[in-house]
Structure formats: structure tokens, C-alpha cells
């Protein structure tokens, strides 16, 4: 084989290769050694058959002890799933168990949180009750003192009344003492008038009186009426509050 000088060609440099021509030279090829024969006796078929053997029980406790060997993996394999089993069952209880605990003490917290509420609540209700009675007891001692006032007030008016009255009785009493006097002495005509006059005087007294009292008894039935109210109104009041607070 021998190469050309190189050519220049575009992207690079061509070389042109000529090879040596075929011959019909062929090496020679060194022949196997003849194999001896071997006379085959009793005793070393024997001994083949005990190699044999051998190299069979060797087979044979090279397949059991890879077999004890795969027996052992697959045990450790077993072993460590159990124990990798009990490892997370161990861990989830504890977890669980955890979780239980802090539920608990949440709920124990949210029950004692609740009842101090209830305390409170309890308590307020209990509070306004006291002050709604409070109030309400002011409320009556005010009513009755306004209605003690009220009566004495009215018992003087009555009291005045029933000496005007009685003034004026007795101012009539002297005007018919007067008008028998002058009947007596002046006749009978100016006496019928007189008289005339006085029982006027009188029927219209009555009337006024009557009038008088009429109106005192409306007006004691009105205010007795508006204090029965007041009260009701603000028993009412009283007994809703505290019904809204114990809802």
C-alpha cells in the first residue's frame, strides 16, 4: 500500500491510496495433535461416575444453600416490613392519640370558655333583675307618695269645700232668719219671694255640690286608672327584660 503526494481539495486535504494486488499465497495453518486414545477400565468409569456424582451433590448443595440464602432475604425482607408495619402503626396511634388529646383539652377549653360565658351572662340577668326591681320599687314609692300627696291635696280641697259649704249654710240660715223677720213684718208677698229665692239658691247649691263631686270621683277613677297602668306597663317592661336575658 503506498499513498500519492496529497491534493488540495476544497474544505480540506485528498490523499489517493493504492493498494498491493492480491497473491495466491496462503500460510499454512498448523494441524491439532492427534488425540490419544484412552482404553476406558472399570475403575475409571467408577471414578468418572464418582466425580459425577460429586460435581451433582456439589449442584445440588450449591441450589440449597442459594435457596436457604433467597429463604433468608425474603425473611429479613418480611421481617423488615413488619417491623417498618409496626413502626407506622406505633406512629399513627401516637398521632392519634395526640390528636385526641388536643381535641379533648380544645373542647374542655371551649366548654369552660362557654360556661364562664354563662356565668357572666347569669349574672348580668341577675343583675338587671335586682336593678329592674329597684327601679320598679322607686318607681311605686314615687307613684304613692305622688298619690298620698295627691289625696291629702284633695282632702283639704273637700276639707275647704265643706267649710264654704257650711258658711254658706249658715250665711242662708241667717237670710231666711232675716226674710221670717221681714215676713213678719213687711207680709206675705215679699215673704214668697224671699222664699222663692232661697229654695233656688238652695237647688242650685245642691246642684254645684252634686256637680262638685261628680267631677272629684271621675277625675280619682282616671288617676287610679293611670297608675294601674303605669304599674302594669312597667311590670311589663320589668318581666321582659328579664325573660330576653335568659333567652
Given amino acids: 500500500m503506498s499513498a500519492e503526494k496529497a491534493k488540495e481539495s476544497t474544505g480540506g486535504v485528498a490523499y489517493e491510496v493504492i493498494l498491493k494486488p492480491a497473491s495466491n499465497y496462503t500460510p499454512h495453518k498448523p494441524g491439532s495433535p492427534p488425540k490419544e486414545t484412552r482404553s476406558l477400565t472399570q475403575e475409571a468409569i467408577a471414578d468418572k461416575l464418582k466425580k459425577a456424582q460429586e460435581r451433582r451433590e456439589s449442584l ?14 425474603a425473611q429479613q425482607v418480611l421481617q423488615k416490613a413488619q417491623e417498618e408495619n409496626n413502626t407506622f402503626s406505633k406512629s399513627t396511634k401516637e398521632k392519634l392519640r395526640r390528636s385526641l388529646e388536643l381535641n379533648k383539652e380544645n373542647r374542655e377549653a371551649q366548654i369552660k370558655a362557654l360556661q364562664d360565658r354563662l356565668r357572666e351572662h347569669r349574672k348580668k340577668v341577675s343583675d338587671a333583675c335586682k336593678n329592674s326591681e329597684m327601679v320598679s320599687k322607686d318607681l311605686e314609692e314615687k307613684i304613692n307618695q305622688k298619690f298620698e300627696k295627691y289625696d291629702q291635696n284633695r282632702r283639704a280641697q273637700m ?67 293611670v297608675r294601674k297602668n303605669k304599674l302594669s306597663v312597667h311590670e311589663d317592661d320589668d318581666s321582659y327584660e328579664c325573660v330576653v336575658d335568659n333567652s
Avoid at 445440588?60 to 432475604?73: A, C, M, N, S, V
Avoid at 237670710?175 to 222663692?196: D, H, L, P, R
Avoid at 237647688?203 to 287610679?224: M, P
Wanted: aromatic share 2%.
Fill in 159 to 225: 276639707q275647704l269645700l265643706l267649710d264654704r259649704l257650711r258658711e254658706h249654710d249658715k250665711h242662708i240660715k241667717e237670710v231666711n232668719n232675716a226674710c221670717e223677720t221681714m215676713y213678719k213684718t213687711s207680709g206675705e208677698k215679699i215673704g214668697e219671694k224671699v222664699f222663692q229665692k232661697m229654695d233656688s239658691a238652695i237647688k242650685n247649691r245642691e246642684g254645684v255640690i252634686k256637680a262638685i263631686q261628680d267631677r272629684l270621683q271621675e277625675h280619682e277613677k282616671r288617676i287610679e286608672e
Fill in 60 to 73: 445440588e448443595t450449591q441450589r440449597l444453600e442459594q435457596l436457604q440464602k433467597e429463604r433468608e432475604r
